[in-house]
């Protein structure tokens, strides 16, 4: 069965695999699936912010898009994201289509948010609990809960913490789950235990709304737990089997700018530690930050202080300077990119050479080894092969062809205030430094346009452009002098 969504229940299930990918199972049984609630209605008054708290970003996204990405990735039959503070911000933000909204109006606990969504969950679904400022939790976590919950069987997610303090407690007798006590609700012997409650559960969708009704908020915070559905279970006869994650950060929740940092850097060392298993080599691990998706070559060398948005591809020999921003880009093999340049919706052909200083914006295409230069701007255009615009030029709208040379100081002069018109300069051509092209132009091939000319009419294949003021000298000429006064 290729979906780990999908639970084969029986009496006894037997789990044969787990992966990210695969659940195996013998059953002769139904097929069940999975429902995901996310828990995001709360305002995070710690964070000391106009945002909501699931709002803040991990790697540039949302923390509650991070536990949407894990409830899709074992392929959940509906995810459920219950909301209440800056509910219309927290809708409006969240970059996924396919999410069932439920509303919870007054916060009155997690018991109470689970419920306002059930009235749209499977009555036959299993169903997994997460939340919205627990942002890193693995999917291979989330994929061993479910597996191994069913309709006799409750699974919790557990861990065990040198210093528990804040979290519920897990209470055990004779080595069963027994109950979960809250920080505030524990005694002595209580608060002296280390294994503690994550929140996060998976369960069956008929035993969540036979037990939710019956809560109560008769406790120190005046909420609805739904950690009391464990003591429930208990009594129902119930099995709660605890399983712990790989790593203890996995768990751990977001309630101020400080504990947001830390995961940010959890989250980039793993980014950083699976860029160099993929064969790139970063001058510090410590100095990057992936914020999306980047597909790798071998032997790509990235420096430090560099930040990668959106989806980007690095192609073989690639090597990045420092302080470099790639933004949904691609990189051809063997280019420089050169310190400090920032790239945006660019394409870098092979063996090209860019900055430092440089900027490509959206639509910039660089055929095999051009080279952009120091202090160089491009937007929408096409630079052909082996062609250089090296010093302080802006190029926009513009194709240059095949051999090319941009002197400095050019200026492809586009816009009009109102309307954007395109310049094409043709293979060979060379263009003088301090031009300004005024667009719509067209320089051919190898034609020249001599330094400081602003060309405002096309000129022809192999032709000589000059466009400037006569040059007049002045004898006798005296400098102005400072006035006294």
Not at 58 to 84: F, L, R, S, T, Y
Request: charged share 20%; glycine share 8%.
């Amino acid at each position: 069965m290729d979906n780990i969504a999908l639970l084969l229940v029986k009496e006894e299930i037997a789990v044969v695999g787990v992966n990210t990918r695969h659940l195996l199972t013998h059953t002769k049984g139904k097929i069940v699936a999975t429902e995901v609630i996310i828990l995001a209605a709360g305002r995070g008054t710690r964070m000391r912010s106009k945002l909501p708290k699931v709002l803040h970003a991990i790697a540039g996204k949302p923390m509650v898009e991070h536990v949407i990405d894990a409830a899709k990735n074992i392929n959940a039959e509906a995810i459920h994201v219950v909301v209440g503070h800056g509910a219309d911000l927290v809708r409006s933000r969240v970059n996924s289509s396919d999410i069932q909204w439920a509303l919870q109006e007054q916060q009155l606990g997690t018991g109470h948010a689970v419920a306002q969504a059930m009235a749209r969950v499977n009555e036959d679904a299993i169903v997994l609990v997460v939340y919205g400022d627990v942002p890193l939790v693995a999917t291979e976590t989330l994929a061993a809960l479910v597996a191994a919950a069913n309709q006799t069987t409750l699974s919790l997610l557990t861990v065990l913490l040198d210093d528990p303090q804040g979290y519920g407690r897990i209470v055990r007798r004779d080595g069963s789950i027994e109950a979960i006590v809250e920080q505030k609700d524990a005694n002595e012997d209580q608060l002296a235990i280390c294994e503690v409650n994550t929140g996060i559960l998976a369960v069956s969708a008929a035993k969540l709304n036979q037990w939710l009704p019956q809560l109560s908020a008769n406790n120190a915070q005046g909420e609805y737990y739904l950690t009391d559905i464990i003591a429930m279970a208990v009594a129902d006869e119930m099995a709660v089997i605890a399983h712990h994650p790989n790593n203890a950060v996995e768990v751990e929740g977001v309630n101020n700018r400080s504990q947001l940092a830390t995961l940010e850097r959890f989250y980039q060392c793993q980014q950083a530690s699976q860029l160099m298993l993929e064969g790139v080599t970063l001058a510090d691990p410590a100095r990057i930050d992936v914020r999306g998706r980047m597909d790798v070559g071998e032997d790509i060398v990235i420096d430090v202080n560099c930040v990668f948005i959106g989806d980007v591809t690095i192609g073989d020999d690639v090597s990045i300077g420092p302080n470099c921003v790639i933004e949904n880009s691609s990189i051809g093999s063997g280019s420089v990119i050169k310190a400090n340049s920032v790239l945006e919706d660019a394409r870098v052909g092979i063996m090209c050479e860019v900055g430092p200083f440089a900027r490509l914006r959206p639509g910039t295409d660089l055929a095999a080894k051009a080279k952009i230069g120091n202090f160089v701007e491009t937007k929408k255009a096409k630079i052909g092969e082996g062609s250089k615009v090296n010093h302080l030029s802006y190029i926009g709208d513009a194709t240059i062809g095949i051999g090319a040379n941009v002197g400095a100081c050019t200026i492809t002069c586009n816009y009009d205030g109102v309307n954007k018109f395109a310049t094409n300069i043709g293979d060979g051509a060379f263009i003088g430094s301090n031009s300004s092209l005024v667009a719509p132009v067209t320089v051919g091939k190898n034609a020249t346009v001599a330094a400081g000319s602003t060309i405002t009419a096309d000129v022809d294949d192999d032709q000589l452009g000059v466009a400037r003021g006569k040059q007049r000298n002045i004898s006798g000429w005296k400098k102005p002098t400072k006035n006294k006064a």
